[in-house]
C-alpha cells in the first residue's frame, strides 16, 4: 500500500476500539481495500495513528464478521466475497426480513409509526447526501426498528453479524443503474406497508425489494 486509505485519528476517544473498527469496517465496505488485498500491520498503524494491538484487535474483530480472511502465509486479507456466499445472505435475508415485517405490522402502535418514519428520514438524508456510511448506518437503524417492533430480538443479533457482508453486498447494489427502482423507494415502501398493519402488504414490500438487489447482485458477480 503506498498511498494512505484511512485518516488518522488525532484525539483517542474512550471507544478508540470502536472508532477504529468502524473505519476499517467502511473502508473495507466502500473498496478502498480490494478483495483479497493484504493489510499489513504497520501501514494501518501509521495511517490511523494507533498501536499494533489496536490493530490486530480490529482485525480479529473484521475477522468474526466475515470481512477479513487470515490465510496461512500471508495473514490478513480482505475477505473475497463469491455469488454463492452472497446468495446465501440473500436467502438468510429473505427468510429473517420477512417474517419481521409481517409481525412489526402486526405489532404497529403510535410510537413505533413514528420511530420507523424518524428512521426512515434518516435514510432519506443519508441517500440524499450520498455519503456512504451515512447510509449504511440508516439502514441498520431503519431495520433495527422493524426487528424490535417484531420483537425478533435474536434474529436481529444474527443480521448484525452479517450486517458487514451486507454492506458489501448493499455497495455493490446501490451503484447499479440497472434496478427495478431506487434503493430508497423500496425502504419507503416497505415503511409504508408496515406501518399500515397490512402484514402481507409487509411481507410482499421486503419480498419485492430483495427480488430486486439479488438479481442485480447475480449479475455484477456474473459479470
Not at 413514528?114 to 441498520?140: E, M, P, Y
Not at 450486517?163 to 419507503?188: V, Y
Request: glycine content about 6%; proline content about 4%; overall charge neutral.
Amino acid at each position: 500500500m503506498t498511498a494512505s486509505k484511512l485518516t488518522k485519528i488525532d484525539h483517542p476517544p474512550a471507544t478508540l476500539r470502536d472508532m477504529v473498527q468502524e473505519r476499517m469496517r467502511e473502508a473495507i465496505i466502500e473498496g478502498a481495500f480490494e478483495p483479497g488485498e493484504r493489510l499489513v500491520e504497520r501501514p494501518l498503524c501509521d495511517q490511523l495513528g494507533v498501536s499494533r494491538t489496536v490493530v490486530r484487535e480490529t482485525i480479529r474483530y473484521l475477522e468474526a464478521e466475515g470481512l477479513v480472511e487470515i490465510l496461512p502465509g500471508r495473514g490478513p486479507i480482505v475477505a473475497i466475497m463469491t455469488w454463492e456466499d452472497a446468495r446465501q445472505i440473500y436467502d438468510i435475508r429473505r427468510m429473517l426480513e420477512t417474517e419481521a415485517a409481517e409481525n412489526c405490522a402486526r405489532n404497529m402502535t403510535p410510537d413505533r409509526e413514528k420511530a420507523l418514519r424518524h428512521a426512515l428520514d434518516r435514510l432519506r438524508r443519508g441517500f440524499k447526501g450520498k455519503t456512504s456510511g451515512a447510509v449504511f448506518r440508516a439502514t441498520a437503524d431503519f431495520y433495527s426498528e422493524i426487528f424490535d417492533g417484531a420483537g425478533h430480538h435474536i434474529a436481529w443479533d444474527i443480521v448484525q453479524r452479517l450486517n458487514g457482508r451486507i454492506s458489501r453486498l448493499r455497495m455493490m447494489t446501490l451503484s447499479s443503474k440497472d434496478r427495478d427502482q431506487p434503493g430508497i423507494a423500496h425502504m419507503e415502501q416497505i415503511c409504508e406497508a408496515i406501518v399500515s398493519g397490512n402484514p402481507a402488504a409487509a411481507r410482499n414490500a421486503v419480498e419485492r425489494h430483495l427480488d430486486d438487489t439479488t438479481k442485480i447482485a447475480e449479475r455484477l458477480f456474473a459479470g
